[in-house]
T-cell receptor, first 114, second 109 residues
Framework: ETGVTQSPTHLIKTRGQQVTLRCSSQ?????VSWYQQALGQGPQFIFQ???????GRGNFPPRFSGLQFPNYSSELNVNALELDDSALYLC?????????????FGSGTRLTVV | QKEVEQDPGPLSVPEGAIVSLNCTYS??????FMWYRQYSRKGPELLMY????GNKEDGRFTAQVDKSSKYISLFIRDSQPSDSATYLC?????????FGKGTHLIIQP
């Protein structure tokens, strides 16, 4: 069973609204990253945090932001939601800064923007 | 050109067959190579990870990396209906993972 839990599992928001998605990683997993997975596509890297500091970002606009907390939890915030933001949002964590030993993923939050 | 190319399938094979799944990547800076399995409505599950060129075996699964040709493979021996899922290859370094589109695999009983 995965050690990464995400909440909520499903969410419906209206275009223009703001949303916060949450993730709880395994103890000792200092690196957390977030991905967006559209239907029929592979996950796309949004950003990554190592010990509460952002250390990598994919090709996503600034309205996608995040935080990582000392208790191995993190959140993804998306402002000014657009219809194209509808996707499965995945949180992944690992023990190393480089992710050399693979990331453990949560089951995701399915966001629908109407 | 996408950084990681993967045939989306679907790939349908009979139970017991050997399955070969493949990806190519373009960025020679990628250091780590992984295969994930994703069931419907679930998050990706890590199957294999490798750092350098060569083979790595775990049970019925063998991962192969050829960095000279930028080619990644996953072989599944004695395939089972429970192996039916989407298989994602992923590469990366310290700045997150780049995934292929995923191959939808169907094992027919």
């Amino acid at each position: 069973e995965t050690g990464v839990t995400q909440s909520p599992t499903h969410l419906i928001k209206t275009r223009g609204q703001q949303v916060t998605l949450r993730c709880s990683s395994q103890s000792g997993h200092n690196t957390v990253s977030w991905y967006q997975q559209a239907l029929g596509q592979g996950p796309q890297f949004i950003f990554q945090y190592y010990r509460e500091e952002e250390n990598g970002r994919g090709n996503f606009p600034p309205r996608f932001s995040g935080l990582q907390f000392p208790n191995y939890s993190s959140e993804l915030n998306v402002n000014a939601l657009e219809l194209d933001d509808s996707a499965l949002y995945l949180c992944a964590s690992t023990t190393t800064r480089t992710g050399a030993y693979g990331y453990t993923f949560g089951s995701g939050t399915r966001l629908t923007v109407v | 050109q996408k950084e990681v190319e993967q045939d989306p399938g679907p790939l349908s094979v009979p139970e017991g067959a050997i399955v070969s799944l493949n990806c190519t990547y373009s960025n020679s800076a990628f250091q780590y190579f992984m295969w994930y399995r994703q069931y419907s409505r679930k998050g990706p599950e890590l199957l294999m990870y490798t750092y350098s060129s060569g083979n790595k075996e775990d049970g019925r699964f063998t991962a192969q990396v050829d960095k000279s040709s930028k080619y990644i493979s996953l072989f599944i021996r004695d395939s089972q209906p429970s192996d039916s899922a989407t298989y994602l290859c992923a590469t990366g370094g310290a700045d997150g993972l780049t995934f292929g589109k995923g191959t939808h695999l169907i094992i027919q009983p």
